[in-house]
């Protein structure tokens, strides 16, 4: 019998060693994998819209055909979707009709996520962090909303806004032998007609990377509709009378003009004289029966309406279409809510400022909220920004301030300036933003929020109501002795917070009414957004509040963005055995036990194209 040859041998030798490098490689990998998905970052797909419109869904990502305007539309799995509404123009999109023109509108799957778990190991979820946390009710679903409560807090949403009230400011009076157990569903909740929040109670205010990344469009100027145009009607963005300096009406005269496709306004005055011209914004909603004459070349009347909490994204629907695709989309019924149901006070506004005329004038921008306009000036000379607040500057812990400017505008109107430098002087082109959101105002200058001389927080001396200003002209843009061009002109809104409860949950409604078992949660008709004769509804309006545990288990509470349309701690009811009690509670909450982690990248978003990766979606959460 012959020996194998050392050629051979070392052939073998060489493939074992090969086999065993593979083998071994590969068993690392999977250990490095385990150790990565277990202690430092997971992938996670979103499956439904209740975090639009940070985060995606399954959904339609859609171009409306009448004004171009790019929106989004959810889409419940096995179910379709064959019309929706355009956030914009208002349009009613007919997805059959635009697919035999070629306009196929698939749908694409939510976002892809990276969620980090290694920051929880070090820290624990700040104030507005989206987390993704195990479903407290049982079971290993994974959920993802945004944190608005920590533990010890009694929260309340109010007025569509988020207030807090911190363990540490509990009242006295509270049993020192019960130490802030859960309570029963009928106790933990309380409801009752909104009025003005008292301490202690504060607003929770979001930083301004939170507002960027939460605002929600009202209408882009860039996404004009051909059709409305054509037929003349009235634009959204409009004229009011100049004024002198002395602030002397001075008529309406044509000192704004508009480019021919209506995107762009120009502005040129610099006389001595030093006459203010003024643009303002009505929010001129169309509705379905509105779009159904225009579709028969009428003229129909229309009305400014408060801006309201619409969120596109919940426009979906299906139905069967008509014969004639120019009026099929305009023939099935289209809900109320689908244009909102609630005032929304927070408001964002954006603009391209072109300045063409050298180191002169001023550009300015008015918010309505109520019955009172908050400014921000810019002094084109030298850049300096000038915020005009009526209201009581929130200096937060700061009690002796707060008390020094109490005694100083005792029995005075209360109006306050802040005042900050920008680059905003000379001939250039610059992104401007001015946002009044959670009680407090924001300005970017190209990109930079600026930092003022004195808190642009403040404080509500009463509840907040509309009022003729946020009807007429929500927002006024005002230029006086100068030279400026004003293009990409949007505004956005905040989110409405509804003060939702597990009792009768399906109600997204804060709106309440009289009825023979007290009062009772309503929906508004449509009309009362335009008709100032209905606003007595807004006196009777619901507030929730949700008290969180001071001891044990640290317990969070967690908001969808999405907020008409989320299953979130507002609604949850789930059993808990508590041994303090010997009894089931019906919580609310989310324990610290039950997190995974912070919600870091969406590091795919759905493709553009087969195989082509939608660049532009790729982005750090926030």
Same mark, same amino acid.
């Given at each position: ?14 493939? +074992? ?22 202690f ?15 985060? /995606?869904?399954q ?12 929106? *989004?539309?959810?889409?419940v ?35 892809r996520?990276?969620? +980090? ?39 309340r ?9 911190? $363990? ?5 009076s ?15 909740? &309380?409801?009752?007609l ?14 301004p ?23 003349? /009607? ?15 009406? /001075? +008529?309406? *005269?044509?000192?704004?003009q ?7 306004f ?11 011209g ?59 809510s ?17 300045? &063409? ?17 908050f ?20 200096? +937060?812990?700061?009690?002796? &301030? ?5 005694q ?40 930079k ?78 009309e ?12 009777k /309006? ?33 059993? $808990?055995?508590?041994?303090? &009690? ?41």
């Amino acid at each position: 019998m012959t020996g194998q040859s050392p050629e051979n041998q070392n052939q073998e030798e060489s493939f +074992g060693r090969m086999v065993r490098e593979i083998f071994e490689s590969v068993a690392i990998a999977f250990v490095v994998a385990f150790l990565f998905r277990t202690f430092l970052a997971e992938m996670f797909i979103i499956p439904t819209g209740s975090m639009a419109p940070t985060l /995606m869904g399954q959904h339609k990502d859609v171009t409306c055909p009448q004004c171009s305007a790019p929106y *989004q539309v959810g889409v419940v799995q096995g179910q379709n979707v064959n019309y929706s509404v355009c956030p914009n123009c208002n349009a009613v999109m007919d997805y059959a009709n635009e697919a035999k023109h070629g306009n196929v509108n698939p749908n694409y799957p939510g976002d892809r996520i990276l969620v +980090g778990k290694y920051p929880y190991y070090f820290s624990r979820p700040k104030r507005w962090d989206v987390v993704v946390f195990l479903f407290p009710g049982g079971g290993n679903t994974n959920f993802i909303k945004r944190c608005v409560g920590l533990p010890g807090e009694t929260i309340r949403i109010q007025d569509g806004d988020i207030y807090v009230k911190p $363990s540490e400011d509990r009242s006295a009076s509270e049993d020192p032998g019960e130490p802030n157990i859960q309570e029963t569903a009928e106790s933990a909740i &309380r409801s009752g007609l909104a009025g003005k929040v008292e301490a202690p109670y504060r607003i929770a205010r979001k930083p301004p990377e939170k507002i960027l990344a939460t605002m929600i469009p009202v209408y882009q100027n860039d996404f004009q509709n051909a059709k409305l145009r054509q037929m003349k /009607m009235p634009s959204r963005w409009y004229q009011l009378e100049m004024t002198s300096a002395e602030g002397t009406n /001075m +008529g309406v *005269q044509a000192q704004w003009q508009e480019s021919a496709d209506g995107r762009e306004f120009y502005f040129k005055h610099t006389d001595s004289d030093e006459m203010t011209g003024w643009l303002a914004y009505r929010n001129l909603v169309l509705t379905q029966p509105q779009w159904r004459q225009i579709a028969m070349e009428q003229v129909p009347e229309v009305r400014p309406r408060l801006i309201t909490d619409m969120t596109a994204y919940n426009t979906g629907m299906s139905g069967s279409y008509g014969e004639d695709g120019e009026m099929g989309a305009y023939s099935i019924p289209i809900l109320d809510s689908f244009y909102g149901r609630h005032w929304v006070k927070d408001l964002i506004f954006e603009t391209t400022v072109d300045v &063409r005329s050298l180191n002169t004038g001023s550009f300015q921008v008015g918010l309505s909220r109520g019955n009172r306009v908050f400014w921000c000036h810019v002094n084109l000379t030298n850049g300096e920004v000038t915020l005009t607040i009526p209201a009581v500057p929130d200096f +937060g812990k700061d009690e002796k &301030r707060q008390k020094e400017f109490a005694q100083a505008n005792e029995n005075r109107e209360t109006v306050y300036t802040a005042r900050a430098q920008s680059n905003m002087s000379g001939t250039d082109i610059y992104q401007f933003r001015f946002a009044n959101v959670d009680d407090q105002l924001h300005v970017w200058v190209d990109g930079k929020v600026l930092k003022f001389d004195q808190p642009t927080a403040y404080l509500e001396s009463e509840r907040v109501l509309p009022s003729q200003l946020d009807l007429e002209h929500p927002v006024q843009i005002g230029c006086r002795n100068c030279e400026v061009n004003l293009s990409n002109i949007s505004l956005y809104r905040d989110i409405y917070y509804v003060a939702r409860e597990r009792e009768g949950s399906s109600e997204m409604s804060d709106f309440v009414e009289d009825s023979r078992y007290g009062m009772a949660v309503c929906t508004p008709p449509l009309e009362l957004g335009s008709d100032p004769g209905l606003w007595d509804a807004f006196q009777k /309006m619901r507030y929730v509040e949700f008290r969180l545990d001071t001891e044990g288990v640290r317990q969070y509470f967690m908001l969808g963005d999405n907020s008409t349309n989320s299953a979130d701690c507002r609604c949850w009811t789930y059993p $808990s055995y508590d041994p303090r &009690r010997n009894q089931y509670l019906t919580e609310y909450y989310v324990p610290e036990s039950l997190l995974v982690g912070e919600a870091y990248y969406v590091y795919w978003p759905h493709s553009w194209k087969p195989f082509w990766p939608n660049w532009k979606k790729f982005r750090k959460i926030k």
